[in-house]
């Protein structure tokens, strides 16, 4: 396993690669937005923004619970092939649920 030395990395890595990757998927829905709607996103478009904040919101939790159950079934399934005499099958599910990509846009 390789070692990393968390002292060694610049000082705003993460918030730099959090910034480049939020630019990425901003502009990716303006594009969604714009092929679905015909129009760029605009405060003069008659809608509740809140209310539509206060729906996004509450899926983004929904999402986020879905995603500690897929980490915590991970580590069920990496436990399981660390006493299994074949982990293959467990280590083959334990990747199948790290690579999932896409939204299904």
């Known amino acids: 396993m390789r070692n990393i030395n968390f002292e060694d990395l610049p000082k705003h890595e993460v918030s730099q690669r959090s910034l480049r990757k939020l630019e990425q998927v901003m502009f990716a829905q303006d594009d969604f937005g714009i092929q ?30 879905c995603e500690i159950d897929r980490k915590d079934y991970i580590i069920q399934m990496l436990q399981a092939g660390l006493r299994a005499n074949d982990p293959k099958e467990y280590i083959e599910i334990a ?11």
Do not use: C, R
């Open 36 to 65: 679905k709607y015909g129009v760029p996103l605009s405060h003069s478009h008659k809608y509740d923004w809140l209310q539509m904040f206060l729906e996004e919101i509450a899926d983004g939790i929904k999402y986020i619970q």
């Open 95 to 105: 990747l199948n649920l790290l690579t999932v990509k896409g939204t299904g846009k």
